[in-house]
């Protein structure tokens, strides 16, 4: 990453345990996470005008594994959120928006970040595989949309999404 590579993260290679690490959050943008859950998330895209999500829908549904909250906060000077999903925290059960997808700028290097990805169905589904797709190709100081023509190569679209 200092000398401009790029690194894609996937689910639990998001999440370090026992415990969140402020180490790995300077590197990859999140630590860690503190809850969980399964079942399905709306995620709500609101990077817009992000090239990995362009053209996209407002929200995309996915059954999976959320984390959340990032541990240690984000550093936003740093990190862009993608996309977001609506979690409730259990103590207070108020909702709120938790980063699900996010970019990270460290050295000359990038890094894009996904929560979801627990479940093998998850890479079936062409919109997972399309952000997906998109950020590796990014990561890798590549145009976003180089292998959008691969999301649909076979992919499933009567799965459990």
């Given at each position: 990453l200092k000398r401009g590579?790029?690194?894609?993260v996937i689910h639990s290679a998001t999440w370090t345990k026992p415990k969140a690490d402020p180490d790995v959050a300077a590197l990859v943008g999140v630590g860690g996470f503190t809850r969980y859950r399964h079942g399905t998330?709306?995620?709500?895209?609101v990077a817009r005008d992000h090239p990995i999500c362009k053209g996209l829908p407002d929200r995309?549904?996915?059954?999976?594994?959320p984390y959340w909250p990032p541990t240690p906060?984000?550093?936003t000077g740093r990190v862009?959120?993608?996309?977001?999903?609506?979690?409730t925290d259990p103590?207070?059960?108020?909702?709120s928006p938790q980063p699900i997808f996010w970019t990270c700028q460290t050295g000359r290097g990038r890094v894009f970040g996904c929560v979801p990805g627990h479940y093998t169905w998850t890479f079936d589904g062409p919109w997972f595989?399309?952000?997906?797709?998109r950020g590796i190709a990014w990561a890798g100081g590549q145009p976003a949309g180089r292998l959008d023509h691969l999301a649909l190569r076979g992919a499933r679209f009567a799965d459990k999404q």
């Open positions: 590579g790029g690194f894609v998330l709306q995620v709500d895209v995309i549904s996915f059954l999976d594994e906060p984000l550093d862009t959120v993608l996309a977001v999903s609506e979690e103590m207070t059960q108020k909702p595989r399309l952000l997906l797709l």
